[in-house]
């Protein structure tokens, strides 16, 4: 594992800064090439795809997280790295994200593997080399429980491996952390972004997407108990959570997953982690440092962006390269 100096120390200044941190400006050195993909009837996926000079060695499917979209900052980053390493990078918008709230008639939740496994099947038959899903935070859990579900045959008909950053693990459990006094701040933007999303549906198309339930939610816990479980027909909160958080799927992840975690991220409780899979699965690598908060991870020195080069040198390790010097 690269050695991790945390920048701060602090896990809230670790969150926020690595979400507004500058990226690396040689993403736009490579152009980008917006390509939508229809994954069931009416709906479609927009991913940014992006190739590096020469051949590529493989592919990266990177995923974002809760509320976000193909340009978050740490999309951008690991594309870049990813890029000037030699692989192409899809940064995949999950449905409704990334300003295509017209293109579907759903939404979305954090076991709706779908979508992905779709995309990741057809960059299988078009591109070369291998195919990576790098998930993080709520792409996170796509990205592992997508893994569980295609067992042996996903290793070798759809993913030659799975990244994830910042997993919830337990969806449970960490709806119930965002509800902190602590969690406050990110709480409270969630669920703006959240409402502020079902109201644009809304927009679109009042006859699917109702804004009745929006009334008195204080939670990320209440939005998914009134709005997300009963349109995906889990019932409630507990039904939604109950079946699909990624650690239910763990076990059966038979590809490499390599799994990076900060101990004392605000919104996972590291208790989460001590799921037997991690211990007992030899597919699964778990990297956990005591610092990084929540998909920061910010370093000192020549490692700015730790996952980032934690994943290169998995990708490289996979490969058979030599470690970089």
């Known amino acids: 594992m690269i050695p991790f100096d945390p920048l701060f120390h602090n896990p809230h200044w670790q969150t926020i800064a690595g979400a507004y941190w500058p990226r690396p400006r040689q993403l736009y050195s490579f152009p980008v090439e917006a390509i939508y993909f229809q994954t069931e009837p009416r709906v479609r996926v927009l991913v940014h795809a992006q190739k590096p000079h020469g051949e590529p060695k493989g592919s990266l499917l990177l995923v974002h997280g809760l509320e976000g979209s193909s340009d978050a900052g740490y999309l951008r980053s690991a594309a ?3 890029l000037q390493a030699g692989y192409a990078a899809y940064r995949f918008n999950i449905r409704s994200c990334g300003g295509t709230e017209a293109d579907c008639d759903t939404l979305y939740h954090a076991g709706l593997t779908h979508d992905l496994r779709i995309v990741a099947s057809r960059l299988r038959d078009t591109v070369p080399g291998p ?3 790098v998930g993080y935070s709520l792409g996170a859990n796509i990205v ?3 893994a569980g579900e295609l067992g042996r045959e996903g290793a070798s008909t759809v993913l030659d491996g799975v990244a994830a950053i910042s997993c919830p693990v337990d969806l449970d459990a960490c709806a119930r952390a965002l509800n902190e006094p602590r969690c406050r701040l990110y709480q409270d933007r969630f669920l703006r972004n959240m409402a502020a ?4 549906r809304h ?4 006859d699917v997407f109702s804004i ?5 939610i204080g939670s990320v816990y209440d939005f998914d108990d009134r709005i997300t479980a009963p349109f995906f027909g889990f019932g409630n909160a507990q039904g939604y959570y109950g079946t699909q958080s990624a650690g239910l799927f763990l076990s059966s992840i038979r590809m490499p997953a390599l799994v990076m975690h900060a101990k004392d991220d605000p919104m996972i409780p590291f208790r989460v982690y001590g799921h037997v899979a991690f211990r007992e699965n030899p597919f699964i690598r778990l990297a956990a440092v005591d610092h990084g908060g929540h998909v920061g991870f910010l370093s000192r020195g020549r490692h700015r962006f730790w996952v980032d080069s934690m994943l290169l040198a998995w990708l490289r390790q996979l490969s058979g390269e030599q470690p970089e010097g």
């Open 197 to 200: 999303r079902l109201r644009r």
């Open 80 to 82: 870049a790295a990813a």
């Open 144 to 146: 592992l429980k997508l």
């Open 203 to 206: 927009q679109f198309r009042p």
């Open 212 to 216: 009745d339930a929006l009334g008195g």
């Open 131 to 133: 195919v990576y899903a």
